[in-house]
C-alpha cells in the first residue's frame, strides 16, 4: 500500500461523501444524510490513519486513532475525532438496515431523526476539516 496515495484516495472520498450528506439534507432525507456523514466522518479517519499503518477493517477506526494518540503521532485534540468516530460507527448498519428500538425493529426511516442528522452531518464537517488540516501537513 503507498500511504500517501490511499490516505489522499480516502480523504477525497471523505470530501465527496460529506459534500453529498450536504445535498442531502436540503432534501431533508435523514437516512441518507446520516449514511453519508457516517461514511464521511469514518474516511476521514482513516486518511490520517493511513499517513502511519494499514487501517482496520471496520466501519469504527476510533480505537486506531486512539492508539496512534497514545503513541504520541496525533496530538490529543484527536480524542474528540475518535469520539465522533465511535459515535457515528453504529449508523452505517441503522442508515442501510434499520434497528432496534422499543423492542421492536425500526426501518432505517424510523431510526433516522433531523436532529440525528444534523447532530452526525456537524460531526463529519469537524472531523474532515482536522483531517484535512493534519494531512495537509503530513503529506
Not at 459534500?19 to 461514511?39: M, S
Not at 487501517?55 to 485534540?77: R, V
Request: hydrophobic share 35%; aromatic share 10%.
Amino acid at each position: 500500500m503507498d500511504n500517501k496515495e490511499e490516505s489522499l484516495r480516502l480523504l477525497k472520498e471523505a470530501e465527496e461523501d460529506l459534500e453529498r450528506a450536504k445535498r442531502y439534507i436540503e432534501l431533508k432525507d435523514w437516512v441518507t444524510v446520516i449514511h453519508y456523514a457516517q461514511l464521511a466522518i469514518e474516511k476521514s479517519a482513516k486518511a490520517v490513519i493511513s499517513c502511519f499503518e494499514a487501517y482496520e477493517w471496520t466501519h469504527d477506526p476510533s480505537g486506531q486513532l486512539n492508539k496512534l494518540i497514545e503513541k504520541g503521532y496525533l496530538d490529543e485534540d484527536f480524542k474528540k475525532v475518535a469520539s465522533h468516530v465511535k459515535e457515528a460507527a453504529p449508523w452505517h448498519g441503522r442508515s442501510m438496515y434499520g434497528g432496534l428500538r422499543g423492542g421492536a425493529w425500526r426501518s432505517p426511516s424510523e431510526l433516522c431523526t433531523e436532529n440525528d442528522a444534523r447532530r452526525l452531518l456537524q460531526k463529519a464537517v469537524e472531523c474532515m476539516g482536522k483531517a484535512k488540516e493534519f494531512t495537509g501537513k503530513f503529506w
